[in-house]
């Protein structure tokens, strides 16, 4: 059965500082697909940065940066020049290819401070 | 692109009763739906996988008699809270896997359920 675990329950920082969020995952497939989602406190679950398990290089989205480690089966956010909005819980997330269920992680409740 | 809706957003219902919360994918196809619970705090507990045409598949622990779940079309999910009683208060979320798709998947904004 996969998992997904993310170690860090709360962190906070200062607006415009760099954050990086923990997620490490157990797989022993092959083909799968790693996420980083946001929920503010709307509840909306919003998609921040998605990886492809077969691609070596790391996915970025404009502030969104993650650094995946396939053979530690590590895959951490970075956000840089964090801002207010950033605020929320963020939930690492796996699935094998198809329509399969996402599998997540315990979330991270983020703040940024002013 | 890509919409998810859930109806209603927010429910208060008397204990006994029961109560529908509609998924609906307003701008593609969505052979599979699924469905969550999330209490505060906590992280996304999935509930069931909603396939159109077919029986849903409930995850270990979940009762499929109370929480029914109906796949009438590929855009729309329904799950039913039967009987409903002050422990299945909670935050329902749907999501919709675009069919197709190898990991294509779309949250809806979620329905907050109170039992009173």
């Known amino acids: 059965a996969q998992t997904v675990t993310q170690s860090q329950p709360e962190m906070s920082v200062q607006e415009a500082e760099t954050v990086t969020l923990s997620c490490t995952y157990d797989t022993s497939e092959s083909n799968y697909y790693l996420f980083w989602y946001k929920q503010p406190p709307s509840r909306q679950m919003i998609l921040v940065i998605r990886q492809e398990a077969y691609k070596q290089q790391n996915a970025t989205e404009n502030r969104f940066s993650v650094n995946f480690q396939k053979a530690a089966k590590s895959f951490s956010l970075k956000i840089s020049d964090s801002q207010l909005g950033d605020t929320a819980m963020y939930f690492c997330?796996?699935?094998?290819?198809?329509?399969?269920?996402?599998?997540f992680g315990q979330g991270t409740r983020l703040t940024i401070n002013p | 692109g890509a919409v998810v809706s859930q109806h209603p957003s927010w429910v208060i219902c008397k204990s006994g009763t029961s109560v529908k919360i509609e998924c609906r994918s307003l701008?593609?196809?969505?052979?599979?739906m699924f469905w969550y619970r999330q209490f505060p705090k906590q992280s996304l507990m999935l509930m069931a996988t909603s396939n159109e045409g077919s029986k849903a598949t409930y995850e270990q622990g979940v009762e499929k008699d109370k929480f029914l779940i109906n796949h009438a079309s590929l855009t729309l999910s329904t799950l039913t809270v039967t009987s409903a009683h002050p422990e299945d208060s909670s935050f329902y979320i749907c999501?919709?896997?675009?069919?197709?798709?190898?990991?294509?998947?779309?949250f809806g904004p979620g329905t907050r359920l109170t039992v009173t």
């Open positions: 999501s919709a896997h675009r069919t197709g798709s190898s990991y294509e998947q779309y």
């Open positions: 701008d593609f196809q969505a052979t599979t």
């Open positions: 997330a796996f699935t094998i290819q198809g329509a399969q269920k996402l599998v």
